[in-house]
């Protein structure tokens, strides 16, 4: 990364880029598609994001570290409440979202469905 007054502002952007399921990686490195840190006028850190699929796994993961076992595991109405969560972050917008989301629930696509339905109606 770059000098060593830069260490207060990358160890506080850290915990931000590790919950999106980022990769920090040297700013002379980046691509296109990565976004450039600044800090006090230096460029600090480049944050390498996930792709949307990967985003996914990675809330999933996260929902299920903050439940404390696995989704599946979950009564219904707790799940009905993680596929609430999940349209809100833009989950079923990607590529095989409901899939995965009923994959990681222990459940049928169609169960997804009615769920992101119920919410709707109500």
């Known amino acids: 990364m770059s000098g060593a007054g830069d260490e207060p502002f990358i160890a506080a952007v850290k915990p ?19 976004v450039v840190l600044a800090w006090q006028g230096e460029d600090a850190v480049a944050v390498r994001l996930p792709q949307l699929a990967d985003s996914l796994d ?13 989704l599946a595991d979950l009564d219904r109405r707790a799940k009905q409440e993680v596929v ?13 979202g409901v899939e995965t989301v009923a994959s990681a629930l222990g459940v049928s696509r169609f169960t997804v469905y009615n ?3 119920r919410e709707k109606g109500a």
């Open 84 to 96: 609430r969560i999940l349209e809100a972050r833009g989950a079923f917008s990607v590529r095989h």
């Open 16 to 34: 931000l880029v590790d919950a999106m399921g980022g990769e920090m990686i040297p700013p002379d490195e980046a691509g296109p598609d990565d």
């Open 115 to 117: 769920y992101l339905n």
């Open 58 to 70: 990675h809330i999933l993961a996260a929902m299920e570290r903050r439940k404390g076992m696995p």
